[in-house]
């Protein structure tokens, strides 16, 4: 199992920009894949975007060209900056890591409110 820690959430008006960390304890040799999902007020989670061992990255249709997923090995660290932030981001983030053996570790969330 992987401790994730998450931060970097808060209150921005539309169109700004926030950049999320996840922090993790485990060794980037067991790690396959890190991502974040997102989970608004009334709906389920989902993806966000992911980057694997190989730093191949995913986006979901929605924060693509707005939205990048990259990783500090040293710090072992994977970032979420998020340009031209809508209403609609609104949602509570979770960083996620899948490790070789197929278990997958959830951070606490971070809170991201785009608001007037």
């Known amino acids: 199992q992987v401790q994730l820690v998450e931060s970097g959430g808060g209150l921005v008006q539309p169109g700004g920009s926030l950049n999320l960390s996840c922090a993790h304890s485990?060794?980037?040799?067991?790690?396959?894949?890190m991502g974040w999902y997102r989970q608004a007020p009334g709906k389920q989670r989902e993806l966000v975007a992911t980057?694997?061992?190989?730093?191949?990255?995913t986006y979901e249709n929605f924060v693509k060209g707005r939205f990048t997923i990259s990783r500090d090995i040293a710090k072992k660290t994977v970032y979420l900056q998020m340009n031209s932030l809508k209403p609609e981001d609104t949602a509570d983030y979770y960083c996620?890591?899948?490790?070789?053996?197929?278990?997958?570790?959830w951070g606490q969330g971070t809170q991201v409110t785009v608001s007037s």
């Open positions: 996620y890591a899948d490790t070789l053996d197929d278990f997958r570790s």
């Open positions: 485990g060794s980037r040799f067991n790690i396959k894949a």
């Open positions: 980057i694997t061992s190989r730093a191949g990255t």
